[in-house]
């Protein structure tokens, strides 16, 4: 089965998501700065956001580049990651709605971190289909940021509730740890 | 004529019905957990319709790959089918705006079986543009899966207006049905 | 210059007009027959306009599949061609909103009106980069159901302001003549 | 690694861009021609928006097509360029509901200012990725255009305080030295 019309499919899904994001936030509700102000914090959720699947769209562009089958376990691992993916402008909308109260902020973290899950149950389908010795298992290694993701997400949910704004400071932390392309997979492709 | 762009026209239009749905849900009106609690039936309508629009994804690339040549009757079916999936957000607005009412969740139905009808036309048209005797027909078989999708689906529509959550228990079931990528043509694909 | 892109995002930006259609349009006030069947002119006028951009897209196919290359003209007619066509979903809300008025359905048909010119204008745009005793030349021929469209909206245009019925019946009138694929090109095709 | 994808996503993203505009901007409140005129203004600057991305799309698309390789800084230079393309749906919505003010009209020119920064970071990323002797990089030469467009709406920004309909002038003026295709590039194109 060719992997170029999963790799198609997920390009548009994930195109339309990074940019119908931006029809669920409230324009500034006048024409001042100070109106403009009270926008910055879901502006800024918006721009983290669009970072997020950004990196997504990233690391599978670099994942998918480095294999070359994909199976029917792939398919429905690459739905379940955009599933999770999907429900991000909807998160988004919530937050904005409520001002950042800790239930959506926690909200965020949730989906974020079931999209590391679908991420990584990708990897462990793309590489079984490739055999565990292949060099993509190889190239993949222990996914040290993969977990540390997780865990950072998981700790991001449970803190929301004590203070929403370390959570986001956490979400932030997350990105820029993906913020440099996964030189694993890189250095494989070009070894290759 | 090639089958390239009715592939890519196709994701697309399926990436975006998939995606947009999202648009149409409310988010909870506050943000304690009652609120989130009250959204979580048109959240789970929400991810069986991203279930279905997946599958139907599913079934149609493993169809298209398997297929060498369409035609225009087969460029038709594929927008009859693509109509009633552009319906589904639509439907789900409507099951949301008015709380789960037997209409909207027959709808649903109606929509789903139009859709299943749809994507048998296309079986067939594919089927015809390579010949009765083709490796494809032989593939696809007496499609019981469709049939039976389609039995349900119409049972489901009458029952929705008894009690709707029988209806939704249904398609339910119809997409765990499907939830197994046709082995049948995949058999086919790797047997050539 | 390839035509790959072009088709590419071409093929993206009407997948997108023919699905967000949808989010225009506004669900039933309730869940009855009658509310249902208040809703049946605008979910009418969703399905003519879903064929009337289905239309395109198979007439653009063909086409293109028959073009050999493209120039800077050609890339701007087709922007022509989608601008226009992205304001179908604009009208659709309009007509939805004012229910059927006179100069929404009129501005329907200009939208339309000004699609075909911009088809129109495109065609001559490939055919001139193919040279004028070209085979597409031929293929292309008087375009009698191109020039015969254009006169129908124009007249449809200014009936609308008369009897806005008669104008939509012109409307379903136009997307009949096109609904089967243009032969003149898929017979330049097997030709070929 | 294969630049496909990019130009895949970039494809998909700007299509959805230019399509969703139209989801942003509120249909006449009437049916009449006085009702029609006052929306003619933001008609007219969705028309321009439009126009815009499609020149972003126009130039992106000669500058990849003679490109031959992306490196890891393209990625992230086109994500940056697209981050800003997508807050254009936002800032029209921003001007329609404010009806024209100095901020909105302002903050349009921000964001067209530095989507053409992000052009010319990508630019400079894939003039690195090929290196500084190579034809691409004699084709960019000193992109004077580019440089006149970010000047232009430097200014613009500012004179929107004065008067915003001089600042939207100004943006029509830069879109009008964009209309031509990047001639440049072409004729390397030409020429290999």
Sequence with gaps: MGKGRLEA???GVMAIIITIMVLEI??????DLAAFSSSLPILFTYAL???NVGIFWNNHHHM???ATRVDGK?????LFLLFWLSLIPFVIRWIDETHFEALPIASYGIVLAMAS?????????IVAAHGGKSMLAVAVGRDVKGKLSMALYIGAIGLSFLNQW????IYVAVALIWLVP???IEAFAKKE
Tied chains: 1, 2, 3, 4.
């Design 49 to 51: 956001s669009f970072l």
């Design 182 to 184: 996964d030189r694993r």
């Design 117 to 125: 899950i679908g991420y990584h149950w990708l990897q462990q389908a």
């Design 26 to 31: 409230k324009v500034p509700h006048g024409t």
């Design 166 to 169: 370390i959570a986001l400071c």
């Design 64 to 66: 998918l580049h480095a």
């Design 9 to 11: 499919f997920t390009d």
């Design 74 to 78: 792939v398919l429905w691992a690459n």
